[in-house]
């Protein structure tokens, strides 16, 4: 058989791929994912009593604004990393923009702050469970979007891990902005940021199991 005819024979039975398919199968298994999460922060934490007052106020939508532009980037990478050539362009540089955002916003409340209320400040009144209850609620996220892309053709497998897991964990914080009442730049910036670096890890140590096709 020679090379032309053994490649005719693999490509006999080729269908072509349904345009979208790609944003299709990654935005069905975000949706559940996130669906999944909405349902665990009603039932599980408890929407804050005060929610559609403090979506009148700046501080719900910095927090939102900072999760939600960190999802957004680390989306689009994925969805990148899921074609084989795996080129991420500029979008993981990109996800440095909030996080100076926020931290600038986080330096002018400290300067307005006295320094004896800083620490309170920083660890707000849940610093002990935000890391975890961000992490655990980005799970759901998490394993939807490994379903997505382990049917695709990923190839630079550790990365596309971590950029799961960190879109998982962003996504995950945003959908926890829906319980949490703390108002600090600060805090959100050090244990919001470390329940998504946390899902990112393990989306890096999961990315050559899960993700291999």
Aim: aromatic share 8%; proline share 5%; hydrophobic share 55%.
């Amino acid at each position: 058989m020679t090379a032309e005819d053994l490649i005719a024979t693999l490509s006999r039975d080729l269908r072509p791929v349904p345009r979208h398919a790609l944003l299709r199968r990654v935005g069905l298994g975000l949706g559940l994912g996130v669906l999944a999460t909405l349902i665990a922060v009603g039932g599980w934490l408890g929407y804050r009593p005060d929610l559609m007052i403090a979506m009148h106020g700046a501080v719900f939508w910095i927090k939102s604004a900072y999760t939600i532009s960190l999802a957004a980037c680390a989306t689009v990478a994925m969805l990148r990393l899921s074609r084989p050539d795996g080129r991420v362009g500029g979008w993981l540089v990109a996800m440095l923009v909030p996080v100076l955002g926020l931290a600038a916003i986080a330096l002018g409340e400290l300067a307005m702050t006295p320094r004896a209320d800083w620490l309170a400040m920083w660890l707000g009144a849940s610093w002990t469970v935000c890391s975890r209850n961000v992490f655990l609620l980005a799970v759901p996220i998490f394993a939807g979007l490994l379903w997505s892309v382990r049917r695709l053709a990923p190839t630079r497998l550790v990365l596309a891990g971590t950029v799961a897991g960190m879109a998982a964990g962003a996504w995950g914080a945003t959908l926890y902005c829906l319980h949490c009442p703390e108002t600090s730049a600060l805090f959100v910036l050090t244990w919001y940021t470390l329940g998504m670096a946390g899902m990112a890890a393990l989306g890096a140590i999961m990315g050559p199991r899960a993700l291999r096709w």
